[in-house]
């Protein structure tokens, strides 16, 4: 599932090809997605100009005159820049035609993703939005914060993570890789974990996550950029996937179990 590495990779790479253009036809070929598409969506994003492309947790807004865009990728979807006349495959569900000759596709073969229309001015109060916990790669992520949420919370501090009413965006991969950077056990109580080290848990979580986007995100099946270029983030990863091999740091080997259905890679020696 893309993360919000993956997420905020394509943001990037899609900001400087749309951003001040205007948007000359919409093409839906399949609208059952996950939430349908809205049968009006041609008609209101037709001549609009984007104005901004912004991402809340793992959704894309693409800021307009008269309303926003929101994109989610789901389990399996991806957005690319293709020349429009580039035939559409079997998964290439929506485009989005500029003037000139490029679209954006979103390509979605689990159709978990979605394409919806939020108008107003504030789409932040939309019900896939307001819900939504901390941003960790802004200046509200902090020590202080997480360890005022984890109070009295005694669920485990990488499903605290991960839950996204908490902290946005961090994923299965990116929470066991924090977690490690952080030397902090991925079962250790969240509401046992002191002021000083959700300080260091939350460097290690927006370190982690910025070195992603620099590597453009982890490639997990068919995830690519916004110019379709797989991210190269995984052979990074010093837990994730390394179960039985040993510990970059102390040589021991890794181990594994399972957490929320999510398989747990941590290193027994270095994370308390």
């Not at 492309?53 to 994109?71: A, E, M, N, Q, T």
Request: charged share 30%; glycine share 10%; hydrophobic share 35%.
């Amino acid at each position: 599932m893309p993360e919000l590495p993956e997420v905020e990779t394509t943001r990037r790479g899609l900001e400087p090809h749309v951003v001040g253009r205007r948007i000359r036809d919409v093409v839906v070929r399949n609208p059952n997605l996950r939430w349908p598409v809205p049968r009006d969506l041609a008609r209101r994003l037709r001549g609009a100009e984007v104005r901004a492309v912004r991402r809340r947790g793992k959704y894309l807004l693409f800021d307009l005159p008269d309303g926003h865009l929101l994109v989610h990728l789901g389990m399996s979807g991806r957005l690319t820049l293709v020349p429009e006349e580039l035939p559409a495959r079997k998964h290439d569900h929506i485009d989005v035609r500029f003037e000139g000759s490029r679209a954006l596709r979103l390509t979605d073969p689990r159709r978990f993703g979605a394409m919806l229309w939020v108008g107003g001015k504030t789409p932040e109060r939309h019900a896939l939005l307001k819900d939504l916990g901390l941003e960790p790669l802004e200046r509200e992520f902090t020590g202080r914060a997480l360890h005022e949420k984890a109070r009295g919370r005694k669920v485990a501090v990488k499903l605290f993570l991960m839950n996204a009413h908490v902290v946005t965006g961090v994923g299965n991969i990116y929470a066991n890789e924090a977690l490690f950077r952080a030397g902090v056990h991925p079962l250790r109580p969240a509401g046992r974990i002191s002021r000083q080290r959700w300080d260091v848990i939350a460097k290690a979580v927006r370190v982690t996550l910025e070195r992603a986007v620099e590597k453009g995100g982890t490639t997990l099946r068919d995830f690519a950029s916004a110019h379709g270029e797989p991210g190269d983030f995984l052979p990074e990863c010093a837990v994730y996937g390394r179960e039985g091999k040993p510990c970059p740091r102390c040589r021991t080997p890794i181990k594994a179990i399972r957490q929320g259905q999510r398989s747990t890679f941590y290193c027994p020696r270095c994370q308390r």
